[in-house]
Protein backbone atom coordinates (compact mmCIF):
# COMPACT_ATOMS: atom_id res chain seq x y z
CA UNK A 1 0.00 0.00 0.00
CA UNK A 2 1.66 3.33 -1.03
CA UNK A 3 0.72 6.70 1.31
CA UNK A 4 -1.81 7.78 -1.49
CA UNK A 5 -4.14 4.49 -0.84
CA UNK A 6 -3.88 4.89 2.67
CA UNK A 7 -4.79 8.66 2.58
CA UNK A 8 -7.85 7.67 0.28
CA UNK A 9 -8.85 4.77 2.29
CA UNK A 10 -8.72 6.51 5.35
CA UNK A 11 -10.94 9.24 4.20
CA UNK A 12 -13.46 6.87 2.45
CA UNK A 13 -14.03 4.72 5.97
CA UNK A 14 -14.19 7.66 8.38
CA UNK A 15 -10.43 7.20 9.91
CA UNK A 16 -8.89 10.95 9.30
CA UNK A 17 -8.35 13.33 6.98
CA UNK A 18 -6.41 16.86 7.00
CA UNK A 19 -8.74 19.74 9.21
CA UNK A 20 -10.41 22.34 7.64
CA UNK A 21 -10.70 19.97 4.25
CA UNK A 22 -13.66 22.41 3.23
CA UNK A 23 -10.92 25.56 3.13
CA UNK A 24 -8.41 23.04 1.47
CA UNK A 25 -6.96 21.66 4.48
CA UNK A 26 -4.56 22.88 7.39
CA UNK A 27 -1.07 20.83 6.90
CA UNK A 28 0.38 18.73 9.65
CA UNK A 29 -2.91 18.75 11.47
CA UNK A 30 -5.50 16.06 11.07
CA UNK A 31 -9.23 15.32 11.96
CA UNK A 32 -10.20 11.95 13.38
CA UNK A 33 -13.41 10.64 11.68
CA UNK A 34 -15.50 8.49 13.90
CA UNK A 35 -14.24 5.08 12.70
CA UNK A 36 -10.74 6.71 13.53
CA UNK A 37 -11.52 8.43 16.81
CA UNK A 38 -12.34 4.92 18.31
CA UNK A 39 -9.50 2.69 17.11
CA UNK A 40 -7.46 5.86 18.26
CA UNK A 41 -9.25 5.27 21.85
CA UNK A 42 -8.77 1.63 21.96
CA UNK A 43 -5.14 1.40 20.73
CA UNK A 44 -4.76 4.00 23.82
CA UNK A 45 -6.31 1.61 26.33
CA UNK A 46 -4.51 -1.27 25.24
CA UNK A 47 -1.41 0.92 26.00
CA UNK A 48 -2.49 1.99 28.92
CA UNK A 49 -3.70 -1.32 30.05
CA UNK A 50 -0.27 -2.98 29.19
CA UNK A 51 2.12 -0.56 30.47
CA UNK A 52 0.42 1.31 33.33
CA UNK A 53 -2.50 -0.11 34.64
CA UNK A 54 -0.32 -3.69 35.42
CA UNK A 55 2.28 -1.93 37.59
CA UNK A 56 0.66 -1.08 41.38
CA UNK A 57 3.25 2.22 41.22
CA UNK A 58 2.27 3.48 37.53
CA UNK A 59 -0.13 5.99 37.45
CA UNK A 60 -2.09 8.28 34.69
CA UNK A 61 -1.98 12.13 34.73
CA UNK A 62 -3.18 14.38 32.45
CA UNK A 63 -1.39 17.81 32.29
CA UNK A 64 -2.29 21.70 30.95
CA UNK A 65 -0.90 21.67 27.09
CA UNK A 66 -0.23 25.40 27.89
CA UNK A 67 2.91 26.40 29.64
CA UNK A 68 4.37 29.70 30.71
CA UNK A 69 7.94 30.43 29.51
CA UNK A 70 10.03 29.48 32.89
CA UNK A 71 9.76 25.59 32.59
CA UNK A 72 10.10 25.63 29.43
CA UNK A 73 13.31 27.65 29.79
CA UNK A 74 14.84 25.01 32.22
CA UNK A 75 13.98 21.79 30.35
CA UNK A 76 16.04 23.34 27.29
CA UNK A 77 13.38 23.44 24.78
CA UNK A 78 13.45 27.81 24.43
CA UNK A 79 17.25 26.81 23.60
CA UNK A 80 17.15 23.64 21.80
CA UNK A 81 13.84 22.40 20.51
CA UNK A 82 15.14 23.43 17.05
CA UNK A 83 15.12 22.21 13.45
CA UNK A 84 17.58 23.64 10.69
CA UNK A 85 15.97 25.66 7.91
CA UNK A 86 17.22 27.51 4.79
CA UNK A 87 15.22 29.94 2.98
CA UNK A 88 15.38 30.99 -1.03
CA UNK A 89 16.05 34.92 -1.08
CA UNK A 90 14.14 35.06 -3.91
CA UNK A 91 10.57 33.65 -3.34
CA UNK A 92 11.20 33.87 0.50
CA UNK A 93 9.88 30.24 1.02
CA UNK A 94 11.56 28.26 3.25
CA UNK A 95 12.45 23.91 4.00
CA UNK A 96 13.31 22.31 6.83
CA UNK A 97 17.05 21.40 5.78
CA UNK A 98 17.24 17.78 6.50
CA UNK A 99 14.03 17.01 4.33
CA UNK A 100 15.04 19.61 1.50
CA UNK A 101 18.43 17.29 1.54
CA UNK A 102 17.36 13.94 2.08
CA UNK A 103 15.07 14.70 -0.53
CA UNK A 104 17.81 15.42 -2.89
CA UNK A 105 19.32 11.85 -1.68
CA UNK A 106 21.76 13.58 0.51
CA UNK A 107 21.56 11.65 4.05
CA UNK A 108 21.85 14.37 7.04
CA UNK A 109 22.61 13.22 10.91
CA UNK A 110 20.20 14.74 13.11
CA UNK A 111 22.66 16.58 14.90
CA UNK A 112 23.74 18.80 12.22
CA UNK A 113 24.55 22.26 12.41
CA UNK A 114 23.87 25.72 10.54
CA UNK A 115 27.87 25.50 9.25
CA UNK A 116 27.67 21.32 7.95
CA UNK A 117 24.14 22.42 6.02
CA UNK A 118 25.39 25.33 4.41
CA UNK A 119 28.29 23.14 3.25
CA UNK A 120 25.92 20.49 1.88
CA UNK A 121 24.18 23.02 -0.16
CA UNK A 122 27.12 25.11 -1.42
CA UNK A 123 29.01 21.62 -1.99
CA UNK A 124 26.14 20.05 -3.86
CA UNK A 125 24.95 23.34 -5.96
CA UNK A 126 21.43 23.24 -4.13
CA UNK A 127 19.01 25.37 -5.49
CA UNK A 128 15.44 26.35 -4.38
CA UNK A 129 13.24 23.54 -5.59
CA UNK A 130 10.15 26.16 -6.23
CA UNK A 131 12.22 28.98 -8.69
CA UNK A 132 15.77 27.93 -8.21
CA UNK A 133 16.71 30.75 -6.43
CA UNK A 134 19.91 30.70 -4.49
CA UNK A 135 19.25 29.98 -0.63
CA UNK A 136 20.08 31.89 2.18
CA UNK A 137 22.75 30.97 4.82
CA UNK A 138 20.89 28.25 7.37
CA UNK A 139 19.70 28.90 10.95
CA UNK A 140 18.03 27.43 13.54
CA UNK A 141 14.63 27.64 14.18
CA UNK A 142 12.37 26.86 17.69
CA UNK A 143 9.61 24.42 16.79
CA UNK A 144 7.31 25.28 19.87
CA UNK A 145 4.03 27.46 19.13
CA UNK A 146 3.98 30.69 21.19
CA UNK A 147 0.69 32.33 22.97
CA UNK A 148 0.29 35.38 24.59
CA UNK A 149 -1.46 35.23 27.65
CA UNK A 150 -3.50 38.00 29.55
CA UNK A 151 -6.10 40.35 29.14
CA UNK A 152 -3.09 42.85 27.27
CA UNK A 153 -1.42 39.71 26.08
CA UNK A 154 1.88 40.27 27.69
CA UNK A 155 2.58 36.89 29.44
CA UNK A 156 4.11 34.57 27.12
CA UNK A 157 3.58 30.89 26.39
CA UNK A 158 3.52 28.07 24.57
CA UNK A 159 1.46 25.10 23.47
CA UNK A 160 3.69 22.09 25.28
CA UNK A 161 6.23 20.50 22.42
CA UNK A 162 5.79 16.95 24.93
CA UNK A 163 3.81 15.28 27.16
CA UNK A 164 6.68 14.67 28.92
CA UNK A 165 7.64 17.76 30.75
CA UNK A 166 4.10 16.98 32.44
CA UNK A 167 5.57 14.51 34.00
CA UNK A 168 8.61 16.24 35.37
CA UNK A 169 6.28 19.00 36.25
CA UNK A 170 4.15 17.35 38.60
CA UNK A 171 6.59 14.24 39.83
CA UNK A 172 7.50 16.25 43.49
CA UNK A 173 3.69 16.44 44.62
CA UNK A 174 2.73 13.10 43.40
CA UNK A 175 5.57 11.54 44.51
CA UNK A 176 4.53 13.02 48.45
CA UNK A 177 0.79 12.57 47.87
CA UNK A 178 1.90 8.76 46.92
CA UNK A 179 3.17 6.32 49.04
CA UNK A 180 6.38 7.81 48.62
CA UNK A 181 8.21 4.46 46.83
CA UNK A 182 10.50 4.32 44.05
CA UNK A 183 10.62 3.27 41.23
CA UNK A 184 7.28 5.39 40.47
CA UNK A 185 5.40 5.98 37.25
CA UNK A 186 3.84 8.97 35.66
CA UNK A 187 2.20 8.21 32.57
CA UNK A 188 0.56 11.09 30.22
CA UNK A 189 -1.97 10.09 26.68
CA UNK A 190 -2.42 13.77 25.17
CA UNK A 191 -1.83 16.37 22.88
CA UNK A 192 1.84 18.04 21.61
CA UNK A 193 2.64 20.67 19.83
CA UNK A 194 5.83 21.73 16.71
CA UNK A 195 5.60 24.14 14.31
CA UNK A 196 6.76 21.22 11.74
CA UNK A 197 8.45 23.14 8.82
CA UNK A 198 7.84 20.71 6.35
CA UNK A 199 4.87 18.65 7.20
CA UNK A 200 4.71 15.52 5.38
CA UNK A 201 3.90 11.94 5.13
CA UNK A 202 -0.23 11.81 6.59
CA UNK A 203 0.51 11.13 10.28
CA UNK A 204 4.33 10.96 10.09
CA UNK A 205 5.27 14.60 10.21
CA UNK A 206 2.48 16.67 12.50
CA UNK A 207 2.13 19.93 14.03
CA UNK A 208 -0.71 18.72 16.54
CA UNK A 209 0.22 15.40 17.20
CA UNK A 210 -1.06 13.15 20.26
CA UNK A 211 1.45 11.28 22.83
CA UNK A 212 1.45 8.04 24.96
CA UNK A 213 4.30 8.62 27.09
CA UNK A 214 5.46 6.55 30.54
CA UNK A 215 8.27 8.26 32.59
CA UNK A 216 9.43 5.91 35.38
CA UNK A 217 11.50 7.30 38.05
CA UNK A 218 13.74 5.42 39.64
CA UNK A 219 17.17 5.09 41.79
CA UNK A 220 20.01 3.96 39.61
CA UNK A 221 21.30 2.01 42.26
CA UNK A 222 18.80 0.32 43.37
CA UNK A 223 16.49 -0.59 40.61
CA UNK A 224 16.96 -4.29 39.13
CA UNK A 225 13.98 -5.41 37.55
CA UNK A 226 13.80 -9.48 37.54
CA UNK A 227 14.94 -10.48 33.69
CA UNK A 228 13.80 -14.03 34.46
CA UNK A 229 10.34 -13.75 32.45
CA UNK A 230 12.45 -12.17 29.66
CA UNK A 231 15.99 -13.66 29.65
CA UNK A 232 15.55 -16.15 26.86
CA UNK A 233 13.45 -13.69 24.80
CA UNK A 234 15.58 -12.07 21.45
CA UNK A 235 14.85 -8.01 20.15
CA UNK A 236 15.81 -7.45 16.73
CA UNK A 237 18.09 -4.37 17.60
CA UNK A 238 20.76 -2.23 15.42
CA UNK A 239 23.11 -1.46 18.36
CA UNK A 240 24.93 2.12 17.20
CA UNK A 241 27.29 1.87 13.97
CA UNK A 242 26.78 -1.63 13.67
CA UNK A 243 23.87 -4.17 11.46
CA UNK A 244 20.81 -5.09 12.83
CA UNK A 245 20.63 -8.28 14.53
CA UNK A 246 18.72 -10.66 16.91
CA UNK A 247 19.99 -10.26 20.68
CA UNK A 248 19.20 -11.73 23.73
CA UNK A 249 17.97 -10.10 26.26
CA UNK A 250 20.79 -11.52 28.32
CA UNK A 251 23.39 -10.72 25.90
CA UNK A 252 22.39 -7.01 25.84
CA UNK A 253 23.22 -6.78 29.29
CA UNK A 254 26.09 -9.46 29.41
CA UNK A 255 27.93 -8.85 26.40
CA UNK A 256 26.65 -4.95 25.28
CA UNK A 257 26.29 -3.06 28.68
CA UNK A 258 22.62 -2.35 28.14
CA UNK A 259 21.46 -1.72 31.61
CA UNK A 260 19.02 -4.36 33.24
CA UNK A 261 15.85 -1.95 33.74
CA UNK A 262 16.79 -0.90 30.30
CA UNK A 263 16.83 -4.30 28.67
CA UNK A 264 13.85 -5.37 30.62
CA UNK A 265 11.62 -2.45 28.94
CA UNK A 266 13.22 -3.36 25.95
CA UNK A 267 11.64 -6.90 25.84
CA UNK A 268 8.48 -5.52 27.16
CA UNK A 269 7.88 -3.27 24.04
CA UNK A 270 8.78 -5.99 22.65
CA UNK A 271 6.00 -8.21 23.78
CA UNK A 272 3.21 -5.42 23.12
CA UNK A 273 3.98 -5.04 19.35
CA UNK A 274 4.79 -8.71 18.90
CA UNK A 275 2.54 -10.50 20.91
CA UNK A 276 -0.50 -7.97 21.69
CA UNK A 277 -0.63 -6.04 18.67
CA UNK A 278 0.35 -9.10 16.39
CA UNK A 279 3.43 -6.81 14.33
CA UNK A 280 5.50 -9.71 12.62
CA UNK A 281 8.88 -10.40 14.19
CA UNK A 282 10.99 -9.03 10.99
CA UNK A 283 8.58 -5.57 10.91
CA UNK A 284 9.99 -4.16 14.47
CA UNK A 285 13.41 -3.20 15.76
CA UNK A 286 15.34 -0.94 18.08
CA UNK A 287 17.18 1.59 16.48
CA UNK A 288 20.35 2.96 19.05
CA UNK A 289 21.35 6.14 18.48
CA UNK A 290 24.66 7.39 19.21
CA UNK A 291 27.19 10.93 18.50
CA UNK A 292 25.19 13.89 17.11
CA UNK A 293 22.51 11.86 16.34
CA UNK A 294 21.44 11.03 20.59
CA UNK A 295 19.72 13.43 22.40
CA UNK A 296 22.17 15.34 24.81
CA UNK A 297 20.68 14.57 27.90
CA UNK A 298 20.53 10.91 27.36
CA UNK A 299 22.17 8.19 28.46
CA UNK A 300 21.11 5.81 26.25
CA UNK A 301 18.42 6.25 23.23
CA UNK A 302 16.94 4.00 21.37
CA UNK A 303 14.24 4.71 18.71
CA UNK A 304 11.09 1.78 17.85
CA UNK A 305 10.58 1.04 14.24
CA UNK A 306 8.53 -0.04 12.43
CA UNK A 307 8.69 -1.08 8.79
CA UNK A 308 5.75 0.62 7.09
CA UNK A 309 5.81 0.31 3.19
CA UNK A 310 3.54 2.95 2.48
CA UNK A 311 6.58 5.25 4.53
CA UNK A 312 9.24 3.65 2.03
CA UNK A 313 10.52 1.61 5.28
CA UNK A 314 11.86 1.59 8.42
CA UNK A 315 10.38 4.31 10.67
CA UNK A 316 10.65 5.56 14.26
CA UNK A 317 6.88 5.22 15.71
CA UNK A 318 8.32 5.28 19.53
CA UNK A 319 11.53 5.82 21.60
CA UNK A 320 13.03 4.11 24.77
CA UNK A 321 15.41 6.79 26.53
CA UNK A 322 17.45 6.88 29.59
CA UNK A 323 17.38 10.53 30.62
CA UNK A 324 19.57 10.04 33.78
CA UNK A 325 18.42 13.10 36.25
CA UNK A 326 18.51 15.67 33.55
CA UNK A 327 15.03 16.47 34.00
CA UNK A 328 14.54 17.08 37.44
CA UNK A 329 18.08 18.43 37.86
CA UNK A 330 16.80 21.10 35.58
CA UNK A 331 13.66 21.96 37.07
CA UNK A 332 15.14 22.03 40.29
CA UNK A 333 17.76 24.97 39.16
CA UNK A 334 14.54 26.17 37.23
CA UNK A 335 12.04 26.40 39.67
CA UNK A 336 14.59 26.94 42.92
CA UNK A 337 12.70 23.80 44.16
CA UNK A 338 14.97 20.66 45.22
CA UNK A 339 13.30 18.31 43.26
CA UNK A 340 15.14 15.33 45.78
CA UNK A 341 13.06 13.10 47.28
CA UNK A 342 13.51 10.90 50.65
CA UNK A 343 13.47 7.35 50.11
CA UNK A 344 13.31 5.40 53.59
CA UNK A 345 16.53 7.43 54.86
CA UNK A 346 17.97 7.61 51.67
CA UNK A 347 17.98 11.02 50.08
CA UNK A 348 17.61 10.88 46.18
CA UNK A 349 17.55 12.49 43.35
CA UNK A 350 15.10 9.97 40.86
CA UNK A 351 16.32 9.57 37.28
CA UNK A 352 14.39 8.41 34.96
CA UNK A 353 13.50 5.97 31.94
CA UNK A 354 11.02 7.64 29.23
CA UNK A 355 8.73 5.08 26.99
CA UNK A 356 7.11 7.05 24.51
CA UNK A 357 4.93 6.35 21.81
CA UNK A 358 3.51 8.47 18.89
CA UNK A 359 -0.50 7.44 19.04
CA UNK A 360 -1.09 8.55 15.10
CA UNK A 361 1.97 7.21 13.82
CA UNK A 362 1.20 4.17 15.03
CA UNK A 363 -2.85 4.21 13.99
CA UNK A 364 -1.24 4.80 10.93
CA UNK A 365 1.01 1.80 11.17
CA UNK A 366 -1.62 -0.64 11.97
CA UNK A 367 -3.96 0.48 8.84
CA UNK A 368 -0.40 -0.11 6.93
CA UNK A 369 0.57 -3.35 8.36
CA UNK A 370 -2.68 -5.31 8.37
CA UNK A 371 -4.20 -3.57 5.16
CA UNK A 372 -4.60 -7.01 2.76
CA UNK A 373 -6.50 -7.37 -0.43
CA UNK A 374 -7.47 -10.53 -0.99
CA UNK A 375 -8.61 -11.02 -4.58
CA UNK A 376 -11.19 -8.38 -4.92
CA UNK A 377 -11.58 -8.24 -1.37
CA UNK A 378 -9.62 -6.25 0.93
CA UNK A 379 -9.34 -6.59 4.65
CA UNK A 380 -7.99 -4.75 7.63
CA UNK A 381 -7.16 -7.64 9.76
CA UNK A 382 -6.28 -5.81 13.40
CA UNK A 383 -6.16 -7.07 16.60
CA UNK A 384 -10.37 -7.41 17.12
CA UNK A 385 -9.51 -5.39 20.63
CA UNK A 386 -8.45 -2.62 18.91
CA UNK A 387 -11.25 -2.58 16.11
CA UNK A 388 -13.23 0.50 16.13
CA UNK A 389 -16.80 -2.03 15.95
CA UNK A 390 -16.07 -5.36 18.01
CA UNK A 391 -19.32 -6.79 15.13
CA UNK A 392 -22.24 -5.48 13.20
CA UNK A 393 -25.63 -6.45 12.85
CA UNK A 394 -27.11 -6.96 9.41
CA UNK A 395 -31.05 -7.60 8.63
CA UNK A 396 -30.66 -10.47 6.13
CA UNK A 397 -34.49 -9.69 4.63
CA UNK A 398 -36.75 -6.00 4.84
CA UNK A 399 -39.12 -7.67 7.06
CA UNK A 400 -40.61 -5.87 9.79
CA UNK A 401 -40.43 -8.80 12.33
CA UNK A 402 -36.59 -9.15 11.21
CA UNK A 403 -36.19 -5.38 11.91
CA UNK A 404 -37.63 -5.82 15.43
CA UNK A 405 -35.13 -9.10 16.96
CA UNK A 406 -32.19 -6.41 15.08
CA UNK A 407 -33.42 -3.76 17.32
CA UNK A 408 -33.41 -5.95 20.14
CA UNK A 409 -29.93 -7.28 19.79
CA UNK A 410 -28.49 -4.43 19.26
CA UNK A 411 -30.08 -3.00 22.13
CA UNK A 412 -29.01 -6.24 24.36
CA UNK A 413 -25.08 -5.64 23.16
CA UNK A 414 -24.59 -1.42 22.84
CA UNK A 415 -24.34 -1.15 26.57
CA UNK A 416 -21.18 -3.56 26.35
CA UNK A 417 -19.99 -3.45 22.56
CA UNK A 418 -19.31 -0.77 19.96
CA UNK A 419 -21.87 -2.06 17.25
CA UNK A 420 -22.37 -1.09 14.12
CA UNK A 421 -25.79 -1.55 12.09
CA UNK A 422 -26.14 -1.90 8.05
CA UNK A 423 -29.36 -1.99 6.42
CA UNK A 424 -28.38 -0.83 2.59
CA UNK A 425 -26.79 -2.45 -0.02
CA UNK A 426 -26.58 -6.73 -0.92
CA UNK A 427 -24.58 -8.50 1.72
CA UNK A 428 -21.83 -8.92 0.19
CA UNK A 429 -21.26 -5.22 -0.12
CA UNK A 430 -22.08 -5.07 4.21
CA UNK A 431 -19.14 -7.46 4.17
CA UNK A 432 -16.65 -5.51 2.35
CA UNK A 433 -17.93 -2.21 4.48
CA UNK A 434 -16.98 -3.90 7.75
CA UNK A 435 -13.50 -5.99 6.76
CA UNK A 436 -11.84 -2.46 5.54
CA UNK A 437 -13.07 -0.42 8.75
CA UNK A 438 -11.58 -3.99 10.85
CA UNK A 439 -14.94 -5.32 12.48
CA UNK A 440 -14.16 -8.56 13.35
CA UNK A 441 -17.27 -10.31 13.48
CA UNK A 442 -20.65 -9.79 11.26
CA UNK A 443 -24.30 -11.13 13.15
CA UNK A 444 -27.00 -11.32 10.58
CA UNK A 445 -30.63 -12.08 10.89
CA UNK A 446 -32.45 -13.77 8.75
CA UNK A 447 -35.70 -15.68 8.58
CA UNK A 448 -34.74 -19.13 10.70
CA UNK A 449 -33.89 -16.40 13.58
CA UNK A 450 -37.22 -15.65 13.81
CA UNK A 451 -39.60 -18.83 12.74
CA UNK A 452 -40.28 -20.95 15.41
CA UNK A 453 -40.72 -24.23 12.95
CA UNK A 454 -37.20 -23.95 12.40
CA UNK A 455 -34.70 -25.92 14.65
CA UNK A 456 -32.74 -22.17 14.13
CA UNK A 457 -35.25 -20.11 16.45
CA UNK A 458 -33.51 -17.52 19.04
CA UNK A 459 -30.29 -18.12 16.37
CA UNK A 460 -28.13 -15.83 13.98
CA UNK A 461 -25.07 -16.23 11.94
CA UNK A 462 -21.64 -14.83 13.20
CA UNK A 463 -19.44 -14.30 10.27
CA UNK A 464 -15.58 -14.32 10.79
CA UNK A 465 -13.61 -11.54 9.30
CA UNK A 466 -10.35 -13.03 8.89
CA UNK A 467 -11.70 -16.42 7.55
CA UNK A 468 -14.91 -15.57 6.63
CA UNK A 469 -16.16 -19.01 8.53
CA UNK A 470 -19.68 -18.75 9.32
CA UNK A 471 -21.13 -20.63 12.92
CA UNK A 472 -24.83 -20.40 14.24
CA UNK A 473 -25.31 -19.02 17.48
CA UNK A 474 -27.66 -18.84 19.88
CA UNK A 475 -28.62 -14.86 20.66
CA UNK A 476 -27.87 -15.26 24.28
CA UNK A 477 -24.76 -16.68 23.84
CA UNK A 478 -23.65 -13.27 21.90
CA UNK A 479 -22.37 -11.40 25.05
CA UNK A 480 -20.13 -14.33 25.84
CA UNK A 481 -19.11 -14.45 22.70
CA UNK A 482 -17.68 -11.06 21.75
CA UNK A 483 -16.50 -10.91 25.15
CA UNK A 484 -14.31 -13.80 24.68
CA UNK A 485 -13.27 -12.84 21.43
CA UNK A 486 -12.82 -8.79 21.45
CA UNK A 487 -11.23 -8.31 24.80
CA UNK A 488 -8.24 -7.64 26.16
CA UNK A 489 -6.43 -8.51 29.52
CA UNK A 490 -2.55 -7.10 29.98
CA UNK A 491 -2.10 -9.44 32.74
CA UNK A 492 -2.37 -12.52 30.18
CA UNK A 493 1.03 -10.64 28.55
CA UNK A 494 2.97 -9.31 31.83
CA UNK A 495 3.38 -9.60 35.13
CA UNK A 496 4.77 -6.30 37.40
CA UNK A 497 8.28 -6.61 38.57
Known sequence: MNIDDLLALAKRRGFFWQAAEIYGGISGIYDYGHVGALMKRRWESAWLSFFVDTHPDYYLIEGSTVLSEKPLVASGHAERFNDIIVGCSKCHTFYRADVLLHDLGIDVSEGATPQEIDDMVKKNNIKCPKDKGP?????????MLDLHLGPERTDRGYLRPETAQSAYLN??????????????????????YRNEISPRQGLYRMRELTQAELQIFFDPESWEP????????????????????RI?????????????????HMALIDVFYRDVIGIPEEKIRFFEKGGNEKAFYNKVHMDIEADIESWGGFKEVGGLHYRGDYDLTSHSKGSGQDMSVLVGEKKVLPN????????????????????KKEGERTVLSIPNFIAPYQAAIFPLQKDDTIYNMVDSIYKRLRPYFKIGLDESGSIGRRYARMDEIGT???????????????????TVTVRSRDDKKQVRLKIDELDSFLKKNTAFNAHDYVKFY
Request: proline share 4%.
Open 352 to 371: VLELSFGVDRNIWMLIDVFF
Open 248 to 264: SIKDLVEKHNIPKFYAY
Open 135 to 143: LQPSKAFNM
Open 226 to 245: NLSEFGKRSVNVVLYEKKQD
Open 440 to 458: PFCITVDYDSISRESDKFD
Open 171 to 192: FFREFNILRKTLPMGLAVIGRA
